[in-house]
């Protein structure tokens, strides 16, 4: 008897462990026949993430009591058209800072994010490998979430270097929401010597939203050493406002480059549910480099819920440039001021 009620004490120390901590292992997989026509040169290829990005992920949580949760998260980017990795960059240096072995020859990397985290009532403080302040916008308020032929050209031709995405060696600080206002606060190093003749790869970022039923806003500031006495900064402000029968987006984004023209872009476009299980996405890009190139693209596309975890999806692109641009669409090759389109056909299973 004795034995049996410690078996059953032990079983229900251990259920209570269980309640109180998990991890989840999670992914995606997207595969698309990706088609790129150009003035100069036409490519069609199978590619993957033209809806959602390809992953592979492990996250997890652990209850500590008195309101703080300790948290993890581990996802690697991968190339399911080839089998191969993504590579990382480990100093958000563009000279050095990558991992060596690119194109997916390094193996696999947790490129994506790679963080540990404290949360409590006073917000969430992460460390490691994570998105920037900065990025966040470009695919909050893109109908394509920055995948795929439709993402918006002002991502595609920003100016905001290596950490416009993502940025290693962070230490960021996430605040709770305050009747819709929330902020995100971020530092990164490059990890560089005190006496070192460039401090590249330094940089921090500030996020501040505004979520309040159908209407969304942000706006964001970033500045990132990029050598010895230069420096890029970004400045972007966003918004939408869900009508119910569409979900109406607007952005704009400047990358300030030390003796440089600033380059600018914007985005404005739509997403409209369409019954019983899709929705149509559209929008119109826009890059200006500051010297005269331009490039607008417009973008069309549809996806359709085969089930919560499985879609299928097709995107039409068309993109002209200007001022000497020579922009083009999925692997295609255009001369300056020439066109492109692309189509993106495919589909993504989600676990």
Do not use: C
């Not at 690697?76 to 993504?86: E, I, L, P, T, Y």
């Not at 999806?313 to 692997?331: I, P």
């Not at 300056?336 to 056909?345: K, L, P, R, V």
Request: hydrophobic share 40%; no cysteine.
């Amino acid at each position: 008897m004795k034995r049996s009620l410690i078996a059953l004490a032990a079983l229900a120390v251990v259920s209570a462990a269980s309640a109180q901590s998990s991890v989840t292992i999670f992914g995606v997989v997207d595969a698309t026949v990706a088609i790129g026509n150009g003035d100069t040169s036409n490519k069609t290829q199978l590619t993957n993430s033209g809806y959602n990005s390809s992953r592979l992920g492990f996250r997890g949580v652990e209850d500590l009591g008195g309101g703080l949760k300790a948290k993890f998260w581990l996802e690697a980017g991968v190339m399911n058209d080839n089998g191969a990795g993504a590579a990382t960059n480990v100093n958000n240096q563009g000279a050095g800072g990558a991992l060596a072995g690119m194109n997916g020859s390094q193996g696999l990397t947790f490129n994506r994010s790679s963080w540990v985290s404290v949360e409590g009532s006073m917000g969430e403080i992460r460390l490691g490998r994570d998105y920037t302040p900065q990025f966040w916008s470009f695919t909050v308020y893109d109908p394509f979430g920055t995948n795929g032929v439709g993402t918006t050209q002002a991502l595609n031709s920003s100016g905001g270097g290596v950490t416009i995405v993502r940025a290693s060696n962070s230490l960021a600080w996430k605040s709770p929401s305050y009747s819709g206002f929330g902020i995100w606060a971020q530092t990164y190093f490059g990890e560089n010597a005190s006496n070192a003749a460039s401090q590249a790869g330094d940089g921090s970022a500030i996020r501040v939203s505004y979520d309040q039923g159908p209407l969304s806003l942000a706006v964001a500031f970033a500045k990132t050493t990029t050598g010895a006495g230069t420096d890029v900064q970004t400045t972007n402000v966003a918004g939408s406002y869900n009508m119910g029968v569409a979900q109406l987006m607007a952005f704009w984004n400047k990358d300030a480059n030390t003796g440089a023209k600033d380059i600018t872009g914007y985005t404005i476009g739509a997403l409209v549910p369409v019954k019983p299980a899709g929705t149509v996405r559209v929008s119109f890009s826009n890059s200006d480099n500051g010297n005269g190139a331009k490039t607008d693209k417009f973008a069309l596309g549809y996806v359709h819920d085969m089930s919560k975890r499985t879609a299928l999806y097709g995107t039409f692109a068309s993109l002209s440039n200007s001022g000497g641009a020579a922009q083009a669409l999925n692997g295609a090759a255009t001369p300056a001021n020439g066109s492109s389109t692309g189509f993106d056909i495919g589909v993504r299973h989600a676990f």
